[in-house]
């Protein structure tokens, strides 16, 4: 769902992309056929892909606002991804002044890695490339500086997107000209993808764990207790009770670490002067209290069913 286009040369490199962002849910055999009809250029603007969307059931989120090209150092990197159903697949295009490389990655994972030293390179789905060709051969000039080159690619894109949806018309343009010979591009590339690859590495392990830190958080919130019995006071010393959680309650803290199994002891807190050695600790309409008299108690802990 993209469209970017990079000229890479002794002049330094310039890239243009487009910021179409597409959401699709619905039936699979329903949407392949959008797609199908979207990608083989028949359907040619935005009003006619929802419409035709909205026949097939398939809800479709638009957005323009994605960043697909960056600066890194001396570098700049285009990138297109893919989501699948496990891992996101992503080709990505580093360019600078006589050196680029082309790379796939699956997750993380680099598949392929190529290096050139000049060349005008173009992603897309295929009709889109197809227009961008069409378009680079009547406009474009070798002999055109970076920054006319930049308004042609912008030109380009804006025109591919009022041809296909697959295209937004907000346009990114960036260049960079580091003085660099092809020795010194590939040398510098190498680092900079490597570095942004750790990076990526990274990110996505951050992101695993804030995952499964989120479900923890969505499984343990269900085990809170809110109704019912949780224990009895197993002893007293002043305000302070030591109430031994039931067979079914377990303490833990605010990271769901358990402080405290079934049968074990826990300490609250308590106003009250009349508490004995064996009263009955619930909680009701999510307050902590004892059973007999309903008088308040307090801890630090959260109790949770096993």
Known sequence: MSLIIAYVGK????????????????????????????YGGSITDDEAFLSRAKELGISIKLTDDANKIKIIGNTIRGEVSTKGTFETRRRRIYGTTNGYQIIELLGSDTESRKAGKNGLIIFGNEYAKQLAETLIKRKWKASLSLRYMGEIFQEIVKEVASRTPTVGENVDVLTQQPNFNESEAQKHLNVTIDHDIKVLIKFRQDLTEKLVQQALDVNMAEKIINKGEVGRVASIDGNMLYVQLNSKTQAVDGNWKQLAAPGQNVLMFTESDNVKVGDKVIIENEDLCLKKDKSSLKCDIILCSL
């Open 11 to 38: 002049k330094g490199c310039v890239m243009a992309s487009d910021k179409r962002k597409i959401g699709y849910f619905g039936d699979k055999e329903n949407l392949d056929k959008l797609e199908s009809e979207l």
